[in-house]
């Protein structure tokens, strides 16, 4: 790592100095809107990969076979006759 003549060990400490300061400002916690856009941007990454692989499943899937069954078990209403007439209690009577 070091250099084995002085002024390459200064040399070495100089740079080691110089990229310390540059790292130290240049890696920086991102503020909370940064984040929050980050998440947006990942959020949406997701949703349109998730939305490709459902469309090309569903294009690639086999058309279903529809079997048509019989009608069973059909229920009707009450059946009336149709030769009763409703008489009330009145013309019962006479």
């Known amino acids: 790592m070091f250099s ?16 310390g300061q540059v790292a130290s400002n240049e890696l920086t916690p991102p503020d909370p809107g940064q984040i929050e856009n980050y998440g947006h941007l ?9 939305t490709i692989w459902a469309t090309v499943r569903k294009a690639l899937q086999k058309p279903e ?21 409703a008489t009330s209690a009145a013309d019962a009577a006479e």
């Open 4 to 19: 084995s003549t002085k002024t390459g060990h200064l040399a070495h400490i100089l740079t080691t100095a110089l990229l």
């Open 42 to 50: 990942i959020i949406q990454a997701l949703v349109a990969i998730v």
């Open 65 to 85: 076979n529809v079997v048509k069954s019989p009608v069973v078990g059909v229920v009707a209403g009450p059946v009336v006759p149709a030769d009763t007439t």
